[in-house]
């Protein structure tokens, strides 16, 4: 019978990402496989289980309720998988002082460096290893155990993991209209284009839902750059507006002017997420203490 067949883990682990992204493109951009090849694993996995787990519609991607009894197993199945691996490792691999730390391309260097300080205030002496990468490579990396802390941007909920937000600051509008210095209303600014970056930094996610939470229309422009030194450029050129945080331009002399929200500073918060399983918890808690006290 199909449900007596052995489950394909990569298929529990596409659904969980689906669920979680309520999207197969963004999904199978975070594995890194086509859209065709998670749909069929995903396929096969509804095969195997007997019931559908989504329904796609032009408004997107809901669990059905076969869907909405068995994801939270599945999750929980993979999380239990990462687990024993990440304990393993820890078993088997030497006792060394690193704490694994990896770190959004939105963090400024400044929360970078309060990092370092910080671990060197730590009753055990360690060495700080850090990774940048993507928000959803970060994810993976802490849920696999390969990373013991990320620093990321708070606009993705990840549910059983420690968070504390260490961080805020303020956003800017980049553009050619931002030279005489003035500030800009969130409202005044759904009559302009924005230029996005991709997903995966989590600029972009926050960015859309600051419009949206405040309902006001986010006019995009067709295309995307690839860093924020480009956003500032084609920002220069008149493509379009930028957003960015405070610390991300280039240099104080780019023309920028602060977002505000009915008179009030727009911020970007950035958090730590940790494991509070890790077994170096009480290091990982007193540092993440440490970066939010010194903010």
């Known amino acids: 019978m199909a449900m007596m067949e052995r489950l394909n883990v990569e298929a529990l682990r596409y659904a969980q990402a689906v669920a979680e992204t309520r999207s197969f493109s963004a999904a199978a951009r975070?594995?890194?496989?086509?859209?065709?090849?998670?749909?069929?694993?995903?396929?096969?996995?509804?095969?195997?289980?007997?019931?559908?787990?989504?329904?796609?519609?032009?408004?997107?991607?809901?669990?059905?309720?076969?869907?909405?009894?068995?994801?939270?197993?599945?999750?929980?199945?993979?999380?239990?998988?990462?687990?024993?691996?990440?304990?393993?490792?820890?078993?088997?691999?030497?006792?060394?002082?690193?704490?694994?730390?990896?770190?959004?391309?939105?963090?400024?260097?400044?929360?970078?460096?309060?990092?370092?300080?910080?671990?060197?205030?730590?009753?055990?002496?360690?060495?700080?290893?850090?990774?940048?990468?993507?928000?959803?490579?970060?994810?993976?990396?802490?849920?696999?155990?390969?990373?013991?802390?990320?620093?990321?941007?708070?606009?993705?909920?990840?549910?059983?993991?420690?968070?504390?937000?260490?961080?805020?600051?303020?956003v800017v509008i980049v553009g050619t209209a931002a030279d005489d210095g003035t500030s800009l209303e969130l409202t005044e600014a759904g009559n302009q284009q924005f230029i996005l970056v991709p997903e995966a930094c989590g600029l972009t996610t926050f960015t859309t839902q600051l419009f949206h939470a405040n309902e006001v229309p986010l006019h995009t422009y067709p295309g995307e750059a690839a860093s924020y030194r480009v956003l500032e450029e084609w920002a220069a050129l008149g493509l379009g507006s930028a957003v960015l945080p405070q610390s991300r331009l280039t240099s104080p002399a780019v023309p920028h002017r602060p977002l505000l929200n009915a008179g009030r500073e727009v911020q970007i918060s950035f958090e730590a997420v940790w494991n509070a399983d890790s077994a170096l918890h009480t290091d990982l808690k007193l540092l993440v203490q440490q970066l939010g006290a010194s903010r």
């Open 30 to 170: 975070a594995y890194g496989v086509t859209q065709p090849a998670l749909s069929n694993g995903i396929a096969k996995l509804e095969e195997r289980l007997g019931g559908k787990l989504f329904d796609r519609s032009p408004r997107g991607v809901t669990r059905t309720a076969f869907g909405s009894r068995i994801l939270p197993l599945i999750e929980r199945a993979v999380t239990a998988l990462d687990a024993v691996t990440a304990e393993a490792r820890r078993l088997t691999e030497p006792d060394d002082q690193k704490i694994r730390m990896g770190v959004s391309p939105l963090i400024g260097p400044h929360l970078v460096g309060r990092a370092f300080a910080a671990v060197r205030d730590l009753p055990t002496p360690r060495d700080l290893v850090l990774r940048e990468a993507n928000m959803q490579d970060l994810r993976d990396g802490l849920q696999a155990g390969q990373l013991d802390l990320i620093l990321i941007p708070a606009v993705t909920a990840m549910p059983r993991f420690e968070h504390r937000v260490i961080d805020v600051e303020p």
